[in-house]
């Protein structure tokens, strides 16, 4: 697998499927795992989003049917691998990441700005995640409910099989969920009280309907109370 993209590089996905009346999810294949791109529309009616995921030709007339695409997410330096081919694609869009993690998403493409610098609205706002230094934020998503969008920070992976499905479970801590990973503690944790105060917080969203993550499932069945006890185990 390349570090990133410099050709539309279409793998299995899914189709659009919407969550919200402001939010959409795509999940892909991505060898062993599952990748989900979100999709949310901002109080303008343009599109914000998050972990682009490159997609066939009907699911891509499917996104552009809902919006112009005014912003691009890079969620973290290991999200990268269509970031290119989406700006590309998107000339126009304004390409945000966090502020810890700019230095390895600018090696794929050209960054306009922090999660700091992206103007929120009343539907659609990013905010960084504590105790990450900076290598990671979120995505609210506010309409007749709220979502929230997170990425590495909290995983929802089902136990896989065969070796990868072991180091998936006993190596990385990553199976099992929903679960801040082993391997999140290690790579993306530099300060766990605060990031747990975070959670516990995001956790009070008022009417959080769903949490999406980056790998594999949505969050649906009571998101805030899972939220507070993944906060619980840090």
């Given at each position: 697998?390349?570090?990133?993209?410099?050709?539309?590089?279409v793998?299995?996905?899914?189709?659009?499927?919407?969550?919200?009346?402001r939010?959409w999810?795509?999940?892909?294949d991505?060898q062993?795992m599952?990748?989900?791109?979100a999709?949310?529309k901002?109080?303008?009616?343009?599109?914000a989003?998050?972990?682009?995921?490159a997609?066939g030709?009907a699911?891509?007339?499917a996104?552009?049917?809902?919006?112009?695409v005014?912003?691009?997410?890079?969620?973290?330096g290991w999200?990268r691998?269509d970031?290119?081919v989406?700006a590309?694609r998107?000339?126009?869009?304004?390409?945000y990441?966090?502020?810890?993690s700019?230095?390895?998403v600018?090696q794929a493409?050209?960054?306009?700005?922090?999660?700091?610098?992206?103007?929120?609205?009343?539907?659609?706002?990013?905010?960084m995640?504590?105790g990450?230094?900076?290598r990671?934020?979120a995505?609210?998503v506010?309409?007749?409910?709220?979502?929230?969008?997170l990425?590495?920070?909290?995983?929802?992976?089902p136990h896989g099989?065969g070796v990868t499905?072991?180091?998936?479970?006993?190596?990385?801590?990553s199976s099992g969920g929903?679960?801040v990973?082993r391997?999140a503690r290690?790579?993306l944790?530099?300060?766990k009280?605060?990031f747990?105060?975070?959670?516990?917080?995001l956790a009070?969203l008022p009417k959080l309907?769903?949490i999406?993550?980056?790998h594999?499932e949505t969050?649906?069945?009571?998101?805030?109370g899972?939220?507070?006890?993944?906060?619980?185990?840090l």
């Amino acid at each position: 697998m390349p570090k990133f993209n410099t050709t539309w590089n279409v793998l299995p996905h899914g189709p659009l499927e919407q969550l919200t009346d402001r939010l959409w999810r795509v999940e892909g294949d991505l060898q062993a795992m599952k990748r989900v791109m979100a999709i949310a529309k901002r109080a303008d009616g343009t599109l914000a989003i998050h972990n682009g995921i490159a997609l066939g030709p009907a699911e891509m007339a499917a996104l552009d049917a809902l919006g112009k695409v005014s912003a691009l997410i890079v969620p973290n330096g290991w999200h990268r691998l269509d970031a290119k081919v989406f700006a590309d694609r998107y000339p126009e869009a304004k390409v945000y990441c966090p502020s810890g993690s700019r230095a390895k998403v600018e090696q794929a493409v050209a960054v306009h700005g922090t999660y700091e610098d992206f103007v929120g609205d009343d539907c659609v706002e990013l905010v960084m995640l504590a105790g990450t230094k900076g290598r990671e934020g979120a995505m609210i998503v506010r309409g007749e409910t709220t979502a929230l969008v997170l990425n590495d920070a909290v995983f929802n992976m089902p136990h896989g099989h065969g070796v990868t499905g072991f180091v998936l479970k006993r190596i990385t801590g990553s199976s099992g969920g929903p679960k801040v990973s082993r391997l999140a503690r290690w790579l993306l944790l530099a300060d766990k009280a605060a990031f747990r105060t975070q959670l516990e917080q995001l956790a009070k969203l008022p009417k959080l309907s769903h949490i999406v993550v980056s790998h594999h499932e949505t969050i649906t069945g009571d998101p805030a109370g899972t939220l507070a006890r993944i906060a619980g185990t840090l």
